[in-house]
């Protein structure tokens, strides 16, 4: 449809570029994931930091985004294509010499 075909031109510059897309994702995931556990190291000790970083990021980070974004993929992807943007500049010095690709 219509409204789906304008945000998937949206999100096709961003995509374009796989593997600055790619690294962007993969390392801004790894410190999302760093950080919550070292705030949540300050807050909750012991076996009990283990599992409520455990629990957050698997309802959060993984299961929360599967349930929703399969019905909204392009919507929800095209109005995020600032930030991500925005992200792929910030990480880009940091990811792109990590990245060996050309």
Same mark, same amino acid.
């Given at each position: 449809d219509a409204a789906n075909a /304008? /945000? /998937?031109k949206v999100i096709y510059p961003v995509r374009k570029n796989g593997?600055? !897309?790619?690294y962007t994702l993969l390392l801004g995931n790894v410190a999302v994931n760093a950080l919550l556990s070292i705030l949540l190291a300050d807050k909750v000790g012991g076996p009990g930091h283990f599992i409520a970083s455990t629990f957050l990021i698997v309802i959060f980070?993984? #299961?929360a985004p599967q349930a929703i974004c399969p019905r909204h993929a392009l919507q929800i992807g095209s109005k995020t294509?600032? !930030?991500v943007?925005? #992200?792929?500049f910030l990480i880009y010095p940091v990811g792109k010499p990590a990245c060996l690709c050309p």
């Amino acid at each position: 449809d219509a409204a789906n075909a /304008a /945000a /998937a031109k949206v999100i096709y510059p961003v995509r374009k570029n796989g593997n600055p !897309l790619l690294y962007t994702l993969l390392l801004g995931n790894v410190a999302v994931n760093a950080l919550l556990s070292i705030l949540l190291a300050d807050k909750v000790g012991g076996p009990g930091h283990f599992i409520a970083s455990t629990f957050l990021i698997v309802i959060f980070r993984e #299961i929360a985004p599967q349930a929703i974004c399969p019905r909204h993929a392009l919507q929800i992807g095209s109005k995020t294509v600032p !930030l991500v943007k925005l #992200i792929m500049f910030l990480i880009y010095p940091v990811g792109k010499p990590a990245c060996l690709c050309p």
